[in-house]
């Protein structure tokens, strides 16, 4: 079905707007088009006393087709024409609209709603301008409408986080007009189209409005706030200042002359490589669940419900906390009962902090620990639709530990491993030829539960099958999947080792490693520099897991001794008080001048 705006007009002398591009109503331009021709139409029809804007199926509106901005040059198309379009015709013509808002209305979704004159919607419903996390800011008029409909401070936390809020949220914060039963919704909102167009309610024009505003005062402040957050926590990054524009230069100027501020704002943004970035990552993450020859081969995915997880230390338990936050059941093993009581605190804390942050309740947070189950052996095994080991990286150990799954699970269970640079192969090599079909990576990152990407690793063996269940487990667990090849490092890690190990051949060659890590991530903008990371992996790890890639990779590799020096010293990072930098009791770092000596000596055997 083309996208399009089908145009109805009831008895009651409301026209139905319904915006159609299945299955979220994306804005294609030909949707907008279409949505603009019929306000007109029903301005100009004297059987109509009012409209009511929808979207078709389950959803409002996701917001603007976003392929337009692959397919057109920065922006996607988007110009003043699409705002005036707003003004004139839904939010400012003869006859009142009102909005009827099921499922999402997101992005210029929300904008469109936002230009009604009066918002209503069904429970479930989400609500948010996440234009941000695409580059560019919002460009149909959000920046000037949601402050004046919530007030200034939620409306920049709304835009500035691209967090979206319910139906409940959007009731109080008063973005919404009505909250009704999905059945009653296209009723109720005719009748309040009918009964502003009668005068029997008020027709506000969200974009004149300014009750919601705070004080110009407190409003600066509240903006120059946001702005020192903005490039605290967004270093390098233009477009959320030029969106604080916009909506600073509304709240000074008024809604008309804060909409062509908008304008230039939206064009310098989509200007920027940064949005063309963006988008190239929005593609490319949602293109990462395909793969060619085991999606698209006709399988269907078999539901992974029980999940055993070898090992309970921070990876485990990580890896423990994004399961149980999926709703996935836990066997959680461990070697012996200190251990397991360790690592089931750590998925305790996991929780608590999420509670304590406010992104999940108490009783979600006791409801999801009682789906893990500690065990000291292999007795359960036998129950479980896949095992991740998590223990540390030593092949030996792996092989051990792989013998006994192949003896202890059921023939169906797949069997990964989270090594992050063992090749896998090697893992599995004394398993029979049908096991080896069930032998997958699934190399997470630290922290599990916190980290989005995903590293599956198949072998020459892994079958279609278990690459597919292992790809629906990711989605479950709101994790990007990357399915990659098999070799020592996989793909990630063959890009990180030799940025490591150029930190160190700088550092070896008299470069001062704290001035390496402010470049890094002062001057690129990296959450952290090199040496920082390592504290935080820990250089034990560091140099345990390097080896393999030594081993593998002799000709291609760098090797400093100051990791060996530091493992010596028990200088292990954070766990240890002690790495590259100094740790206080609330992990907060400074340099550390007790690593100087340890430096020099790798300088020294660097020759």
């Given at each position: ?9 009831d008895?009651d ?12 109503n994306?804005?294609?331009p030909?949707?907008?088009?279409g ?18 804007v ?8 996701a917001g ?19 705002n005036?379009?707003i003004?004139?015709?839904?939010e ?12 999402v ?20 419903c ?10 560019i800011?919002?460009?149909f008029?959000g ?11 939620q ?8 967090g ?23 009723g ?12 029997r309610?008020?027709?506000l ?6 009750d919601?505003?705070e ?5 600066m ?12 926590r967004?270093?390098?990054l233009?477009h ?7 909506i ?8 008309a ?12 943004a989509?200007?920027?490589d940064?949005?063309?970035?963006l988008?190239?990552i929005?593609f490319a993450?949602r ?16 539901k992974v419900a ?7 230390g ?8 994004a ?5 996935v059941?836990?066997l ?8 397991l ?17 406010g ?34 990286e030593?092949i030996?150990l ?5 013998a ?20 896998i192969?090697?893992?599995g090599?004394?398993?029979?030829p ?5 032998v ?6 630290s ?17 279609k099958?278990?690459l597919?269940?292992t ?6 667990i709101?994790?990007t999947p990357?399915?990659v ?6 793909a ?10 150029a930190?160190?051949l ?10 390496i890590?402010a470049?890094?991530?002062g ?17 034990d790890?560091?140099?345990h ?11 291609r ?6 990791f060996?020096l ?16 100094k ?13 100087e ?9 660097a020759?």
């Amino acid at each position: 079905m083309a996208p399009s705006a089908e145009y109805r007009v009831d008895s009651d002398g409301v026209a139905i707007i319904t915006l159609s591009n299945p299955p979220v109503n994306a804005l294609h331009p030909a949707v907008l088009k279409g949505l603009f021709e019929s306000l007109k139409r029903a301005h100009a029809d004297n059987r109509v006393k009012a409209v009511v804007v929808t979207g078709s199926g389950k959803n409002f509106s996701a917001g603007f087709d976003i392929n337009q901005f692959q397919q057109q040059s920065g922006g996607g198309g988007i110009d003043g024409n699409i705002n005036d379009a707003i003004c004139q015709v839904l939010e400012g013509g003869p006859k009142p609209t009102v909005a009827a808002i099921q499922g999402v209305a997101l992005g210029g979704g929300l904008e469109v709603a936002m230009g009604c004159n009066a918002r209503v919607a069904a429970p479930g419903c989400k609500l948010g301008l996440p234009e941000l996390q695409l580059g560019i800011i919002p460009g149909f008029g959000g920046t000037q409408r949601l402050p004046r409909l919530v007030g200034l401070q939620q409306a920049i936390q709304m835009m500035l986080t691209s967090g979206p809020i319910g139906d409940k949220a959007g009731l109080k914060a008063g973005l919404l007009d009505a909250v009704v039963p999905r059945e009653q919704l296209l009723g109720v909102a005719k009748q309040r189209a009918l009964d502003i167009a009668a005068g029997r309610l008020p027709r506000l024009l969200s974009l004149q409005r300014t009750d919601r505003l705070e004080p110009y005062g407190e409003a600066m402040a509240i903006i120059d706030f946001a702005r020192a957050q903005a490039a605290k926590r967004a270093r390098h990054l233009r477009h959320p200042q030029l969106c604080l524009d916009a909506i600073q230069e509304g709240v000074a100027y008024g809604g008309a002359a804060g909409l062509k501020k908008e304008g230039e704002s939206f064009a310098a943004a989509a200007a920027l490589d940064t949005h063309k970035a963006l988008v190239h990552i929005f593609f490319a993450t949602r293109s990462t669940k395909k793969v060619a020859g085991v999606t698209d081969a006709g399988s269907k995915p078999r539901k992974v419900a029980r999940v055993a997880v070898l090992g309970g230390g921070l990876m485990g338990s990580g890896i423990a906390t994004a399961l149980l936050l999926a709703g996935v059941e836990v066997l959680l093993k461990e070697v012996n009962q200190q251990f397991l009581d360790s690592g089931l605190a750590r998925i305790r804390s996991n929780l608590a902090s999420r509670v304590k942050k406010g992104r999940m309740s108490q009783a979600a947070a006791d409801a999801a620990m009682a789906k893990v189950t500690g065990t000291l052996d292999y007795s359960a095994f036998g129950s479980v639709d896949m095992v991740i080991e998590a223990v540390i990286e030593d092949i030996g150990l792996k092989q051990r530990i792989f013998a006994d799954l192949e003896a202890s699970c059921a023939p169906h269970a797949i069997l990964a491993t989270n090594t992050s640079t063992i090749d896998i192969e090697l893992v599995g090599a004394k398993l029979k030829p049908a096991t080896r079909e069930r032998v997958v990576g699934a190399h997470f990152f630290s922290p599990a539960h916190v980290m989005p990407l995903l590293e599956i690793v198949r072998t020459r063996h892994t079958s279609k099958q278990v690459l597919l269940d292992t790809l629906e487990l990711s989605g479950a667990i709101k994790k990007t999947p990357v399915v990659v090849g098999n070799c020592t490092g996989f793909a990630v890690n063959r890009v990180f080792f030799p940025y490591t190990m150029a930190a160190c051949l700088l550092m070896d060659c008299g470069v001062n490693p704290y001035q390496i890590d402010a470049a890094i991530a002062g001057g690129f903008g990296m959450p952290m520099g090199p040496f920082r990371l390592s504290d935080l992996v820990g250089s034990d790890i560091g140099l345990h897991v390097g080896k393999n890639f030594v081993d593998s990779f002799p000709q291609r590799v760098y090797v400093s001794s100051i990791f060996p020096l530091l493992v010596e010293a028990k200088r292990l990072g954070e766990k240890s008080g002690s790495g590259f930098y100094k740790y206080d009791a609330k992990r907060r770092t400074s340099p550390d001048p007790a690593v100087e000596p340890f430096v020099k000596r790798s300088i020294e055997s660097a020759g």
